[in-house]
């Protein structure tokens, strides 16, 4: 049996690797005419600085762990349909089923291989594609001048004691640091207490806020004669907070993107601070649920070595596998849209393509393979 699977594993392995491969030269072909319109135009703030065509490469270059981790599944299950549609083509799985693997010793061969595919796409989406897409966003703000979102930048919360602070982060530069922060206290009674405004600044190791060129106004509404406010200007001014620089990464950038610790620490931060974190908690569970789907395609697969093809008819099946592809691809996008608008549990809309998936390569297996 362990020359029988090496044998799959080898040829599913690299079938994949060739569709993997093939998937990204495509994306990164028209990623690079996406970005074609910003080459030759000068950075923000620096005209010498010009976006060439090597940072254009670069910066599609970076953007292709994201790719692959979204395309691992897909690659998987197309890569085992044309394998084991060409195995059973040329009789080749017949020969081996003669040879000891029976049904079941085939469903758990491809679900250990399915787990080679989930490690694969949980390091590259949890480890490799955030940091590389961090810096591509890093790079490309070096000519845009920043990162942010929206016209209003990024906005948190965060209680401490019985003051709560909102929070408002402009933009990141491209060194990564804080720009245009101005932060808000109101008492339990929603009275505001003071406010910041700094240029810019950085988040320390102990999550120490350090920022400069500070303006604070202060409201004492102690004093003798009404409330007075009182005006401060600071160089440089220190701020403790529980707010890291992951959390704010996660409010500027694309949270699909983030790792799955840090999108988990950021929803912890919005419940414990009264915000939804709903939208958070989906794509917390998604990041959890989405490498597990490539054990889905792989059993989805099977099925296709206890079909009886005609000559060439394998060509078919293969282009089946990659509707099916496709449409998981889409229906774990819908779902979780409408999850965040219909307001389901956030684990429901994250698993729901999944079992849906899950169901029919076990309905198909029952049915073709046990029963036939």
Same mark, same amino acid.
């Given at each position: 049996m362990r020359t029988i699977r090496r044998l799959i594993y080898r040829e599913i392995l690299v079938a994949s690797g060739f569709v993997l491969v093939g998937f990204l030269s495509l994306f990164f072909?028209?990623?690079?005419?996406?970005?074609?319109?910003?080459?030759?135009?000068?950075?923000?703030?620096?005209?010498?600085?010009? *976006?060439?065509? +090597?940072?254009?490469?670069?910066?599609?270059?970076? +953007?292709?762990?994201?790719?692959? *981790? $979204?395309?691992?599944?897909?690659?998987?299950?197309?890569?085992?349909?044309?394998?084991?549609?060409?195995?059973? +083509?040329?009789?080749?799985?017949?020969?081996l089923r003669t040879s000891g693997l029976g049904p079941w010793?085939?469903?758990?061969?491809?679900?250990?291989?399915?787990?080679?595919?989930? %490690?694969?796409?949980?390091?590259?989406?949890? !480890?490799?594609?955030?940091?590389?897409? =961090?810096?591509?966003?890093?790079?490309?703000?070096?000519?845009?001048?920043?990162?942010?979102?929206?016209?209003?930048?990024a906005w948190l919360k965060e209680r401490q004691g019985e003051v709560n602070y909102f929070v408002n982060v402009g933009q990141l530069n491209a060194r990564g640091e804080l720009v245009d922060v101005r932060i808000f206290a109101f008492d339990d009674r929603g009275a505001i207490q003071s406010t910041l405004q700094a240029k810019q600044?950085?988040?320390?190791?102990?999550?120490?806020? %350090?920022? $400069?060129?500070?303006?604070?106004?202060?409201?004492? %509404?102690?004093?003798?004669?009404?409330?007075?406010?009182?005006? =401060?200007?600071?160089?440089? !001014?220190?701020?403790?907070?529980? #707010?890291?620089?992951?959390?704010v990464s996660v409010a500027l950038l694309k949270p699909e993107r983030m790792r799955t610790t840090d999108l988990y620490s950021y929803a912890q931060h919005l419940e414990a601070n009264g915000q939804?974190?709903?939208?958070? $908690? #989906?794509?917390?569970?998604?990041?959890?649920?989405?490498?597990?789907?490539?054990? %889905?395609?792989?059993?989805?697969?099977?099925?296709?070595?206890?079909?009886?093809?005609?000559?060439?008819?394998?060509?078919?099946?293969?282009?089946?596998?990659?509707?099916?592809g496709i449409s998981f691809f889409l229906l774990n996008n819908v779902f979780g849209y409408i999850g965040n608008l219909s307001q389901w549990q956030p684990w429901v809309a994250a698993a729901s393509p999944a079992l849906i998936y899950s169901v029919l390569s076990l309905g198909a297996f029952g049915w073709l393979v046990l029963r036939r």
């Open positions: 072909f028209f990623d690079v005419v996406d970005e074609l319109s910003s080459v030759g135009k000068p950075a923000v703030g620096n005209p010498e600085l010009v *976006y060439g065509l +090597q940072h254009a490469l670069l910066y599609v270059a970076l +953007q292709m762990p994201n790719r692959m *981790y $979204e395309l691992l599944p897909i690659a998987a299950l197309i890569g085992s349909v044309a394998v084991l549609a060409r195995l059973a +083509q040329g009789s080749e799985y017949t020969i010793r085939a469903l758990f061969t491809m679900l250990g291989l399915g787990m080679m595919f989930v %490690v694969a796409t949980f390091v590259v989406g949890d !480890y490799v594609a955030p940091a590389s897409d =961090r810096a591509a966003q890093l790079l490309k703000a070096e000519f845009k001048g920043r990162i942010s979102v929206g016209n209003t930048g600044g950085r988040i320390e190791a102990d999550s120490k806020w %350090v920022m $400069e060129d500070v303006r604070r106004r202060i409201l004492d %509404v102690s004093a003798k004669g009404g409330a007075q406010v009182h005006y =401060r200007r600071h160089r440089t !001014y220190e701020w403790p907070s529980s #707010i890291t620089s992951e959390m939804s974190a709903l939208r958070y $908690e #989906i794509e917390f569970w998604r990041k959890l649920f989405y490498p597990l789907s490539c054990l %889905v395609m792989v059993v989805l697969a099977l099925p296709f070595a206890y079909l009886h093809f005609r000559s060439g008819g394998t060509t078919g099946y293969v282009f089946g596998g990659v509707m099916i």
